[in-house]
């Protein structure tokens, strides 16, 4: 069992969340971050992506229809993270949460990416982020990696759009 490795390009596919309120969860991400909504499972899910793909991200009422929010502290997802391709779109998300007066739950540069983190409307973590290219990762004296938590440049980032 220790042996196995997991292949090297297994890439994780989608998440599947449950939501209270289908709508106002598709007003977030479709209407909000910009996904779009590919299919609706009647009035109870909806399966929306970036770029067409079937689906990056499942909501479904299911089991927690009208539920309240999971307690802060307990066990379950800590948030799902949204690779953006470039750190000028990083930019244009973290202008459009700013003009909208979204609130930004932290910011934050790990040497490796800068993100920007939101909860959803059901308190489900959301990391917005963009990685920068390997050759930049910081690495310590041995070569090894090296992610730490900083404040982010959010005027620097914003800086990109100009």
């Known amino acids: 069992m220790n042996n196995y490795k997991i292949p090297v390009n297994t890439r994780i596919g989608h998440v599947h969340l449950k939501v209270s309120d289908l709508q106002k969860s598709l007003d977030f991400y479709c209407?909000?971050?910009?996904?779009?909504?590919?299919?609706?499972?009647?009035?109870?899910?909806?399966?929306i992506s970036a770029g067409g793909y079937h689906h990056h991200i499942g909501l479904n009422t299911w089991q927690s229809k009208g539920a309240p929010r999971a307690?802060?502290?307990?066990?379950?997802?800590?948030?799902t993270a949204i690779l953006y391709p470039e750190r000028r779109d990083l930019a244009a998300i973290l202008q459009r949460l700013i003009d909208v007066k979204y609130p930004i739950t932290g910011a934050s540069d790990h040497g490796v990416s800068e993100a920007?983190?939101?909860?959803?409307?059901?308190?489900?973590?959301?990391?917005?982020?963009?990685?920068?290219?390997?050759?930049?990762?910081?690495?310590?004296e041995n070569g090894d990696m090296t992610m730490f938590t900083r404040r982010l440049d959010m005027q620097g980032l914003l800086a990109t759009l100009s």
């Open 71 to 79: 307690p802060e502290y307990a066990p379950g997802l800590f948030h």
């Open 31 to 47: 209407g909000l971050l910009g996904f779009d909504k590919m299919m609706l499972y009647g009035d109870q899910a909806a399966f």
């Open 116 to 140: 920007i983190y939101l909860d959803d409307p059901d308190g489900n973590g959301v990391e917005l982020y963009w990685d920068r290219p390997r050759e930049l990762w910081p690495l310590d």
